[in-house]
């Protein structure tokens, strides 16, 4: 039985590309891994609850709440931040599509949410592509299309308190194509 | 946060034998409830037992005669998008895609779906007393801000609601839990599987100390039947439900064969509303009809001060999602 000692573990992660071997604390978040262990500072610390969504990741392609996810519990896993969407490219230096796109629609104000945002349409739009309904695609019918409202169901996940859905949905819209 | 150990079981007979020499030991699933309640203070285990890789838990299998099994730690991501179970099982797919966010279904899993707590706030906020959290404690959510708590089965001692949208469409479809204890394996359905708080509001369901859900299983449905869900909330997406509704209505010409009908949002179970479901079986589901089976329904409701809103928007919502069943085209 654990006491008032803190409990550590070594595990071994992959994030945006580059292997890393750690000795950190069981209680340890993938967030605070990310932020206060290997300095990356894009996924953000907002609610620390998984209820604002600015936190998101990709674990294993899979997007996902770095704040409610235990480092310790995705040992192994392979981890992509904001920082490593751009090098998904065939040009290491290039901006990931999405990336482009929220500039060229101003889809962001102080930029806090936005790594979230990011990541999260990432993942949102393979799950798109892989055929994965969501609460508004309707029962049985068929092909889905990728409309504004399909946006906005699917990324409710991620708040922006600046507002900037507007540009955000259409930015998604036009990655997407 | 409490330190505590962590531990990675391969196969269900390894988390049990984990968890009976560990006094203070949880199951950790997806953990989007159990971290955050660790984080609140609200829980505070000395041991993880993770069983998201146990052998086997990651599989939805076809049974002999047409139903589904479903382990327990399917991401609810990937439930919701199984052809098979949107073919077949729509209301769950619906109702699992009606909560939390994409990134959190993708975390979630099944078993910890069934076993996720309740949001009502005096339990998640350790300041305050809470019969759930601390048992004997007093509950002043009672008196106190209870405009989303329970109308139906409550107690004096708690009067906390289910969160879960997926346990409303398992309980509609009759569905049942597989667990595995120290003891053996049983089978318990849902609804049955949660229990009214009582004089025991710290127990959230019917489970042992130590026991472990395995899988769901899905019995095969007729191929006439219509199912719905559909939910009632403050916005229109990411938030828990007020009141929502899964309907699982099998239909011979005009007559409601077989009527299922579970509520979320209003007890501290899925709801399966059987007076209303008695009074439909066999008839047609006219608008009248459903109006009456819905107020049969809701009269054992005993709303709180600041909830009673609720008993009107479930009787809305019995009648308005029957009748789209009883006129798909309409």
Known sequence: MAGSEPVLTELRLRVNG??????????????????????????????????????????????????????????????????????????????????????EHDAF???????????????????????????????????IELTPAEIRERMSGNLCRCGAYMNIVPAIAEAAE | MRPFRYERAVDAGEAIALISKEPEAKFLGGGTNLVDLMRLG???????????????????????????????????????????????????????LHGASG?????????????????????????????????????????????????????????ATNPSDMAVALAALDATVHVRGPFGERTIPIPGFHRLPGDEPQRDTVLDPNELITMVELAPRAR???QRYRKVRERRSFAFALVSIAAVVEFENETATDVCIALGGV?????????????????????????????????????????GYKVELARNLITRTLLELAEPEA
């Open chain 2, 267 to 307: 007890a501290h179970v899925p709801w399966r509303a059987t007076t209303a479901e008695d009074a439909l079986r066999g008839g047609e589901l006219t608008e009248d009809a459903l109006k009456r089976a819905a107020k049969a329904e809701l009269a054992q409701a005993e709303p709180l001060r600041d909830n």
């Open chain 2, 103 to 159: 990134q959190l279904r993708n975390l979630a899993t099944v078993g910890g779906n069934l076993l996720q707590r309740t949001r009502c706030a005096y339990f998640q906020d350790v300041t305050k007393s809470c019969n759930k959290r601390s048992p004997g404690s007093g509950c002043p959510a009672r008196e106190g801000d209870n405009h989303n708590l329970a109308i139906l089965g409550h107690s004096p001692h708690c009067v």
């Open chain 2, 224 to 226: 006439a039947t219509r």
């Open chain 1, 18 to 103: 580059v292997e890393h071997e750690l000795t950190i604390d069981t209680r340890t978040s993938l967030l605070d891994l990310l932020r206060e262990h290997l300095d990356l500072t894009g996924p953000k610390k907002g609610c620390d609850h998984g209820q604002c969504g600015a936190c998101t990741i990709l674990i294993d392609g899979r997007r996902a709440n770095a704040c409610l996810a235990l480092a310790v519990a995705h040992a192994d896993a392979e981890i992509t931040t904001v920082e490593g969407l751009a090098g998904a490219g065939e040009n290491g230096d290039d901006l990931h599509p999405l990336q482009q796109a929220f500039i």
């Open chain 2, 42 to 96: 609200v829980d505070a285990p000395g041991t993880l037992i993770d069983v998201t890789r146990l052998a086997g838990h990651d599989r939805i299998e076809e049974t002999a005669g047409g139903g589904l099994r479903i382990g327990a730690a399917v991401t609810n991501s990937d439930l919701a998008a199984d052809p098979r179970v949107r073919e077949r099982y729509p209301v769950l797919s619906e109702a699992i």
């Open chain 1, 109 to 143: 104000q102080c930029g806090y949410c936005t790594p979230g945002q990011l990541c999260s349409a990432a993942g949102m739009l393979a799950e798109f592509e892989r055929g994965w309904p969501s609460a508004v695609t309707p029962v049985n019918g068929g092909h």
